[in-house]
C-alpha cells in the first residue's frame, strides 16, 4: 500500500528545472571547448555587427541583396546569442541549471531563428535569380517594398509556426528526470525526458523539418539549377564569370548551412553510440554558420570589402579614387 502511495506521488511530482550537463561523456575536460567556442561567438558577434554598420553607413550598398545580407546578419547574431551565453556559463561557471520557462523560451528561439535563417537563404536565391533571369526588370521586381514585405512574412511564418514546439514540450509531465546530456535545451532532448507520451511532439517536430526547411531547401536548389542553367548559355567567358561570381557566394554559405543541417539530422536518427558527436555538431551548426556567413562575403564581395575599409578607416584611398 504505501508502495504503491509512494508510486503514485513520484509519478504526479513536476520538476521545477532542468540541469544541462554540458558534453556527454567529456565532463571532465569539457571546459577547454569554452575557448575555441568563445572565440567564434565573438567573432559571430563582431562580424556581423560589422556588416550590419558597414550597410548601414555605405549608400553604395543600400541595395536589396546587402539589405538581405543585413538581415542575415540579425538572424545570425540572434542565434548564436541564443546559446553561446548558456553554454560558456556552463563550461565557465558550472552554472548547469535552467529554469523550465527558459528552457522552453530557448527551445523556440532555436528554432525560430534556425528557420528564418533558411528562410532569408531562400529570398537570397529569388534575388539572385531575377537578378539574372530578368535583369532589366530587377530593379522594379526587387524593391525595397519587396524586400519589407518578405521579410515580413518569413518573420510571420517562422514565428507562429514554431509556437507549438515549447507549447506542447511545456504540456509534458517531467516526473523524475531532468538532466539533459546537452549544453543547450533541444527540443527532443527535452521531451525525451517526459513521462509521457510525446509522439505528438516528435510527429511537430517532423512536419516542422519537411514543410519549412525541407521545401526551403528545395526551392533554393531550384533556383540555383535555373541560374547555373541560365549562366551556361551565356556566350560571353566573362559574363559567365561575373554572374557566377556574383552567386558564389550565396551557394557556399547556403551548400554549407543544409549540409550540416543534413549531417546533423542524420546522426540523431542513426542513435550514434558516442552521444558527444551529436552534440557537438549541433553546438557548431548553430555558432559557425553565424562566423562564418560575414567572412566568406568579406573574401568574395568587393563593395562590401571597400565598405569595411572605409567603415574601419583604412580605405581613404580607396574612397579618394
Known amino acids: 500500500?504505501?508502495?504503491?502511495?509512494?508510486?503514485?506521488?513520484?509519478?504526479?511530482?513536476?520538476?521545477?528545472?532542468?540541469?544541462?550537463?554540458?558534453?556527454?561523456?567529456?565532463?571532465?575536460?569539457?571546459?577547454?571547448?569554452?575557448?575555441?567556442?568563445?572565440?567564434?561567438?565573438?567573432?559571430?558577434?563582431?562580424?556581423?555587427?560589422?556588416?550590419?554598420?558597414?550597410?548601414?553607413?555605405?549608400?553604395?550598398?543600400?541595395?536589396?541583396?546587402?539589405?538581405?545580407?543585413g538581415i542575415l546578419a540579425t538572424?545570425?547574431?540572434?542565434?548564436?546569442?541564443?546559446?553561446?551565453?548558456?553554454?560558456?556559463?556552463?563550461?565557465?561557471?558550472?552554472?548547469?541549471?535552467?529554469?523550465?520557462?527558459?528552457?522552453?523560451?530557448?527551445?523556440?528561439?532555436?528554432?525560430?531563428?534556425?528557420?528564418?535563417?533558411?528562410?532569408?537563404?531562400?529570398?537570397?536565391?529569388?534575388?539572385?535569380?531575377?537578378?539574372?533571369?530578368?535583369?532589366l526588370q530587377y530593379p522594379s521586381i526587387v524593391t525595397e517594398a519587396f524586400v519589407i514585405k518578405v521579410t515580413l512574412s518569413i518573420i510571420l511564418r517562422n514565428s507562429l509556426l514554431m509556437i507549438p514546439v515549447p507549447v506542447l514540450a511545456a504540456q509534458r509531465h517531467y516526473c523524475s528526470r531532468n538532466e539533459i546530456d546537452h549544453c543547450l535545451c533541444s527540443n527532443l532532448g527535452v521531451t525525451s525526458l517526459a513521462c509521457d507520451d510525446i509522439t505528438i511532439n516528435r510527429f511537430y517536430q517532423l512536419a516542422l523539418a519537411w514543410v519549412i526547411l525541407g521545401s526551403d531547401m528545395g526551392l533554393v536548389f531550384a533556383s540555383y539549377?535555373?541560374?547555373?542553367?541560365?549562366?551556361?548559355?551565356?556566350?560571353?567567358?566573362?559574363?559567365?564569370?561575373?554572374?557566377?561570381?556574383?552567386?558564389?557566394?550565396?551557394l557556399i554559405l547556403i551548400l554549407f548551412f543544409y549540409t550540416a543541417?543534413?549531417?546533423?539530422?542524420?546522426?540523431?536518427?542513426?542513435?550514434?553510440?558516442?552521444?558527444?558527436?551529436?552534440?557537438?555538431?549541433?553546438?557548431?551548426?548553430?555558432?559557425?554558420?553565424?562566423?562564418?556567413n560575414p567572412m566568406v562575403y568579406a573574401l568574395r564581395t568587393q563593395e562590401l570589402r571597400v565598405g569595411f575599409q572605409r567603415v574601419l578607416s583604412l580605405g581613404k584611398s580607396v574612397a579618394r579614387k
Open 1 to 69: 500500500m504505501d508502495t504503491t502511495q509512494s508510486i503514485t506521488n513520484n509519478s504526479r511530482f513536476q520538476v521545477s528545472e532542468f540541469i544541462l550537463m554540458g558534453f556527454p561523456g567529456i565532463h571532465e575536460w569539457q571546459h577547454w571547448l569554452s575557448l575555441p567556442l568563445a572565440l567564434l561567438y565573438l567573432l559571430a558577434l563582431g562580424a556581423n555587427l560589422l556588416i550590419l554598420i558597414t550597410i548601414q553607413h555605405e549608400p553604395t550598398l543600400h541595395q536589396p541583396m546587402y539589405h538581405f545580407l
Open 225 to 250: 539549377a535555373l541560374i547555373i542553367r541560365s549562366v551556361l548559355k551565356l556566350s560571353s567567358t566573362e559574363a559567365i564569370s561575373k554572374a557566377l561570381n556574383t552567386c558564389s557566394s550565396h
Open 75 to 135: 538572424v545570425d547574431i540572434g542565434l548564436a546569442t541564443t546559446i553561446m551565453p548558456k553554454i560558456l556559463a556552463v563550461l565557465w561557471f558550472n552554472a548547469k541549471a535552467i529554469s523550465l520557462p527558459e528552457c522552453f523560451t530557448q527551445i523556440y528561439a532555436v528554432h525560430t531563428f534556425m528557420a528564418m535563417e533558411s528562410g532569408i537563404f531562400l529570398c537570397m536565391a529569388v534575388d539572385r535569380y531575377a537578378a539574372i533571369y530578368y535583369p
Open 261 to 292: 543541417l543534413i549531417v546533423v539530422s542524420v546522426i540523431h536518427l542513426a542513435e550514434i553510440k558516442v552521444p558527444f558527436i551529436p552534440v557537438l555538431l549541433n553546438v557548431l551548426h548553430s555558432v559557425i554558420p553565424p562566423a562564418l
